[in-house]
């Protein structure tokens, strides 16, 4: 029951799914660096030694080689700012960000939480020779971010952190714009003109509607190596790449196509069909979707841990860590993350919303504002690359005790304002959690009781909408969970139709069976009925299930048999399209999108958050 369709599984959910893998990858991460400060401090030689290690690639008379450290700052982590730039692009074509006046208080924040931690450490280094390194206190990292905030604020509502999300992005895509006009050195302008026609021929594959990697895989990589030949820093390139892989969800058309190439391949198994097959579905996907499937775990799991066992190893002593936190630049980056972000990102939320009366504010309430701006202070993969660009011997060093101090420090302040939270009355704490913005509308058109199937009070705290299809065996696997909600006396729930025909080739009709029942008095007994009965949905069961209901058998038939509630079922199918719904079951709740599990434990959680909004948009202001 973690899945939906064949055709859905996952496909939606892009700031959720994210979430979920930058939470399960913050302990792989935590581990890395504690694994290389481990090793450091046991066998310091043979940490340096490896990680110095030389690795070169020739071709002829072309070679090009670095030490592995580099390999991994520069080469791997493109791959990381690659899955940046494609949830930055997927949260302007999918997420709250669609709506673009969303985006001022996000980028605002964003911005101003990068200046004032760069203003703090300036002040404190007042020009002295660690000043150039500035850049190492401005960025905050996602991934450890992210995990940190799913251990530390266990209650926190899944809004929480897509406000953070949102704000990370923008911080995110400036601290590539520093990387790339600050701290690369020796800029060469024939390479740089070079990675400029490389990348246009990307863009015009992309306008020519190519979809095929292996095409633009050579392109890629030479935009790589144009941009690292230039001097400039070549993670820059996983950015531009990302930022130009469009997202949407997969329409039925598509999905339609995809499974009568799959039938072909059904009927006869060949080579050259299981090939198209394999491409039709490929082809349903949006780019972004598919190069985040594939590039997001690695990123994840494997190059960010990585780049944390290759950078975070630090020989520690009592020496060191007197001389540290009296350096300046350890100082300056402690105070810039703990300090210059949550005053950042609270301050700016604060003031837009002062200026604006309310029109723009915080998606989320002033406690998730607040440990937002907090956990921001984990400045760790971003502020590690720009230290190792800026710094090196014992500078990089301090850097590097800054760098993990304000993780530590910042970490401790967001579990105090999370729990703190968590002791108010339940009423304020929702409103401290879940704030009062109004909410995106996803569903189209909203439900109206006199067109469709309503069960429950009318004036219920909670509606949840479900797209179903009475032959879907996903959608009889989530009826035990809905039947349990209905007894719910504060919620109400709405059946429409969503028929795949190309897979189930009896919804359809068993559909206008409901709608035929339904002119009769009987809609959700005939629902019930065919959801328990899914492998018998021919026309005598429908037939016996009239019977059984007591219904007028003829005029029942005569319904099915003429299409008289086609047109019913059809209005149903265009509010799935307008409503960006391709596979059953999918569940609205509160006119928003839920996208995840649809287990009763899940759903639960999922309407309690709903109850809670509804409850603050009804209190008095």
Same mark, same amino acid.
């Given at each position: 029951?973690?899945?939906?369709? *064949? ?12 979430? @979920? ?222 930022? *130009? ?117 915080? *998606? ?63 009423? @304020? ?174 759903? *639960? ?17």
């Amino acid at each position: 029951m973690l899945g939906r369709t *064949t055709w859905t599984h996952g496909l939606a959910a892009p700031l959720r799914t994210f979430i @979920r893998t930058e939470a399960g990858s913050a302990g792989v991460l935590v581990a890395a660096i504690a694994g290389a400060l481990l090793w450091a401090n046991l066998d310091p030689h043979s940490y340096e030694v490896l990680w110095q290690t030389r690795f070169s690639i020739e071709l002829g008379n072309w070679s090009v080689g670095y030490n592995l450290r580099t390999w991994v700052n520069s080469g791997l982590m493109t791959l990381f700012f690659l899955v940046v730039g494609l949830e930055a692009r997927r949260e302007f074509d999918l997420g709250d960000l669609r709506d673009r006046r969303r985006f001022l208080l996000p980028a605002f924040a964003g911005i101003t939480g990068m200046l004032l931690p760069v203003l703090i450490f300036l002040l404190v280094n007042q020009g002295g020779p660690g000043a150039h390194g500035w850049g190492a206190a401005m960025s905050t990292d996602t991934a450890l971010a992210l995990g940190l905030l799913a251990l530390l604020g266990r209650d926190v509502p899944e809004q929480a952190r897509v406000f953070l999300l949102t704000v990370f992005v923008v911080d995110d895509l400036l601290a590539l714009v520093v990387i790339a006009v600050v701290y690369s050195e020796h800029i060469r302008m024939l390479p740089l003109v070079l990675a400029v026609v490389f990348f246009a021929v990307v863009l015009g594959l992309r306008v020519l509607g190519v979809r095929r990697g292996v095409v633009y895989a050579p392109f890629c990589v030479a935009l790589w190596g144009a941009l690292l030949a230039s001097g400039v820093e070549p993670v820059v390139a996983g950015l531009l790449i990302g930022l *130009t892989a469009s997202a949407y969800s997969p329409a039925r058309g598509a999905l339609e196509r995809a499974s009568k190439l799959f039938k072909l391949y059904r009927e006869q198994p060949t080579a050259e069909l299981a090939r198209s097959a394999t491409l039709g579905l490929a082809r349903s996907l949006s780019p972004n979707d598919r190069l985040q499937r594939w590039y997001h775990p690695w990123s994840s799991y494997v190059i960010v841990p990585l780049f944390g066992l290759a950078n975070a190893g630090i020989t520690i002593d009592g020496t060191l860590l007197a001389h540290a936190f009296t350096s300046p630049i350890t100082l300056g980056i402690l105070l810039g993350y703990v300090i210059g972000k949550p005053v950042a990102v609270v301050g700016v939320s604060w003031l837009l919303a002062l200026v604006s009366r309310g029109r723009i504010r915080p *998606t989320v309430g002033w406690a998730a504002v607040l440990g937002s701006g907090t956990i921001a202070g984990i400045g760790f993969t971003v502020s590690l690359l720009i230290a190792t660009l800026a710094f090196d011997g014992q500078q990089l060093v301090e850097a590097k005790v800054g760098v993990l101090a304000a993780a530590l420090v910042a970490s401790l302040l967001t579990w105090t304002v999370y729990r703190i939270t968590a002791a108010l009355p339940k009423a @304020r704490k929702a409103r401290a959690l879940l704030g009062v913005a109004e909410q995106l509308v996803d569903l189209i058109p909203p439900v109206d009781p006199d067109r469709d199937h309503v069960r429950g009070p009318e004036d219920a705290s909670v509606t949840v909408v479900e797209y179903g299809d009475f032959q879907c065996p996903y959608c009889g696997q989530a009826e035990p969970a809905v039947r349990e909600l209905l007894a719910d006396a504060d919620l109400r729930y709405v059946w429409r139709h969503l028929p795949l025909t190309d897979v189930h080739p009896q919804a359809l009709l068993a559909a206008e069976a409901a709608e035929a029942a339904a002119a009769q008095g009987a809609f959700w007994e005939m629902h019930d009925l065919l959801l328990d009965h899914q492998d018998k949905l021919t026309m005598p069961d429908l037939l016996g299930y009239a019977d059984r209901l007591g219904l007028d058998r003829e005029r029942f038939r005569e319904g099915l048999r003429s299409e008289t509630y086609a047109g019913r079922v059809a209005r149903d199918l265009q509010s799935a399209d307008l409503s960006g719904v391709s596979g059953t079951p999918t569940f609205f709740i509160n006119e928003q999108r839920h996208y995840g599990a649809y287990d009763i434990d899940t759903l *639960t959680r999922a309407i309690k958050i709903a109850r809670a909004r509804a409850r603050i948009g009804a209190a008095p202001t």
